[in-house]
């Protein structure tokens, strides 16, 4: 479990703009374990973790929340599942194709989709797209807000290594809805002046300093109100009962064949890489329970 992992956010009272600061370096370290992703596929992955991060704690929903990147490049499907707890798991899945070092988005993925689903304990699924034209994974987050919403939104994404080890972190700017204390030119205008300010922002400094630290390195002159963190974590949703699941929806003779050639059933997680063995007699009662169920 993370311990350092958080999400803070933060108002800028007398300009009408609210922020995000979000390191998930825990999280992001959790998710590569047991990978041998490609270096940028690695990038890849840690840059939506943090835009997942950050999307989610601009939505106000209680549910999951799924990010992911498709096209017809040689990287398939990266694909970042959480919810509103901040709990997060990710994984890529590359094609035979190599990824070579310092592939780009567009090289990686191809023509491809941001696809976002929001699933809400309660009400309607609702979906977003995105086409991938743009540079980052930072300029496709930006392009969704344009798309989705009207308040001009900005987000900074940085992950890489620090210290020999994989970190991810990131930022997020978004301009109130305006009122009548402060007009819309006005705002405009100070979140211009803000984002520069955040475009200031050097990886190594999200990755290693805190977050008092970061808001007063690039906002001293400004009045800035900062709220109690959230946790971020690494959390698989993966268990047995759900590869039971995925199991009866085999045919017989295909379970039957895979326990004559390896004598059990070891299901593993691509997410987590946890290993779940069914031998002759689990599959046995699953099979019975199942169909009991049925009558
Ligand atoms: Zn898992």
Known sequence: MSKKDSLSRFL?????????IVNV????????????????????????????????????????????LQGDGPVRLVVINGNNNQQMRGVARVGEEDVK??????????NGFMVITVTPKKGERYQGIVALDGETIEAC??????QSEQLPTQVFIRSGMQAGKAA????????LPATEEHSVEQTAEHFELLTQLTHT???????????????????????????????????CTCSRERCEDTLVTLSEEDVNHLLQE????????EYCGTHYIFNEDDVKNI????????H
């Open 12 to 20: 800028f009272e007398k300009n009408a703009v609210r922020g995000e």
């Open 25 to 68: 370096t825990e999280t992001y370290q959790s998710m590569l374990e047991n990978h041998h992703y490609p270096e940028p596929v690695q990038c890849l992955l840690g840059d939506l973790l943090v835009a997942t991060s950050l999307l989610t704690a601009t939505l106000k929903f209680e549910g999951d929340i799924t990010v992911q």
């Open 101 to 110: 070092a310092g592939s780009t988005l567009k090289e990686m993925i191809g």
């Open 141 to 146: 987050i930006d392009n969704y807000f344009k």
């Open 168 to 175: 991810a972190a990131g930022m997020l700017l978004q301009v």
């Open 201 to 235: 922002i050097k990886a190594e400094e999200l990755f290693t300093l805190d977050t008092k630290e970061i808001l007063h390195r690039l906002y001293h002159e400004e009045d800035v109100t900062l709220y109690e963190p959230q946790r971020v974590e690494f959390r």
């Open 262 to 269: 390896q004598g059990n059933i070891d299901m593993e997680c």
């Open 287 to 294: 099979n019975k329970l199942d169909k009991s169920e049925l």
